[in-house]
């Protein structure tokens, strides 16, 4: 990102996932991969290599903004919250449920 102002996406998908499986592509992907402010990020879950059963009826992005140091999380501001979008009770984050996509992939866009 250009600016000092990263949005850091939390992935707590209601377990501890490795993002990157040695010699393998991990269980989550995003695009692009180093987002400009004003974009919009697309985030997969694919299960099939993640700790996620590949038969979960509802998955949730637990996500939050970091702007200016580690573990500084703050709760995105409401108009980037995708639809269906809840705060979480501390006030430092949110859930958003993801998209169930044809290929068993789960899907989310967000914007920065």
């Known amino acids: ?45 694919d299960p099939s290599k993640g700790t996620l059963p ?10 939050g903004i970091n702007q200016d140091r580690p573990g500084h999380w703050k709760q995105p501001p409401v108009e980037v919250w995708p639809p269906e979008t809840t705060p979480w009770p501390d006030g430092l984050a949110v859930e958003s449920p993801m998209t169930k996509m044809s290929d068993g992939t789960w899907q989310i866009t967000i914007a920065t």
């Open 1 to 45: 990102m250009k600016k000092k102002e990263w949005i850091v996406i939390g992935m707590i998908l209601g377990s501890a996932l490795t993002l990157f499986a040695q010699g393998q592509q991990g269980p989550v992907t995003f695009f692009p991969a180093e987002p400009d402010p004003g974009d919009t990020v697309t985030i997969i879950y």
């Open 54 to 63: 590949t038969t979960s009826e509802l998955i949730k992005l637990h996500w």
